[in-house]
């Protein structure tokens, strides 16, 4: 070959696999450029920590989820093998919608509105989701149709499909989505600094986006992938969340409105920089600071060293 992108000859480092790794940073990366945004939009900092805490393992198990109930045949045989997580296998859907659950739920107990918060949150996602791509390059996985371009992807024997053993190079589909990804981060970006938009309309536009994005990528893989009607179910889930936006648009419109309310707290509130949880949520809910702060210390006497 005159040119092309080798593969890595391993897929860990000590005992920690390269895969869950390239995975951690995306996230991390993510929740950093969310915590600088979220403050820039007048937010208190650590409100992201608070609701990654969620997000995260929730959505991550949502990832999991969509990739063994589209993709079951191949834990038919050896269901315990779902739990290896670390061999690849993640379903963006799955997470999309499992994080998003979650996260309305949890920052509306926040007091924070969940439209900003996703308009400030979400662009950091396809970062995320770039940066992990890569993990797919370790493990050798989630390559296309055979090329000879020179950005071919080298894949040792072990790890070409059925058919191809003879076959040296291929697109490199996971680098096309990552690039992507990274290219809808920018955008997003741009759209939600203009504030021209309707509160949460970065959602619809990231749907859109990944959905077009891997809709072309999954054309090109030639991984084994479960069928609807002869068509990939990715093929089918894709299109679907293209049409889901495109819908989502021309009902609740693009362009901000005069009574679009863009603070990033519920009914207007604004809290001193320094205000802990309890403290926000006794302010707007007197009830809830009860269950943030649990065991207030009534006794100022006791200190560190009380029982």
Known sequence: MIAAIPSPGFNSIGPFRLYGLMIALGVLIGIEIATRRWRAR????EDIGAIAIWVVPV??????????ATDWKTYRDAP??????WDGGLGIPGGILAGL?????????MGIRPSVAIDVILPTLPLAQAIGRFGNW????????????PWGLQIDPEHRPIGYEQTETFHPTFLYEGLWNVGLFFLLLRLDRTRKLRPGSVLPLYVLGYGIGRFWVELMRIDPASLVLGVR?????SGLMVLGSVVVFAVRGVRRRPDDEDGPYLDGHIFEPHATHAERAQSLHPDAAAELDPDPDPDPERGATGS
Do not use: C, M, S
């Open 42 to 45: 007048g937010g208190d900092p």
């Open 80 to 85: 315990l093998d779902a739990l290896k997580i």
């Open 233 to 237: 179910i990715n093929l089918w889930v």
């Open 101 to 109: 659950l979650v996260g309305v739920w949890v920052v509306r107990r």
């Open 59 to 68: 959505g991550l198990i949502g990832t999991r989820l969509y990739h063994v």
């Open 138 to 149: 370790f493990n050798q996985e989630l390559f296309g149709r055979p090329t000879d371009l």
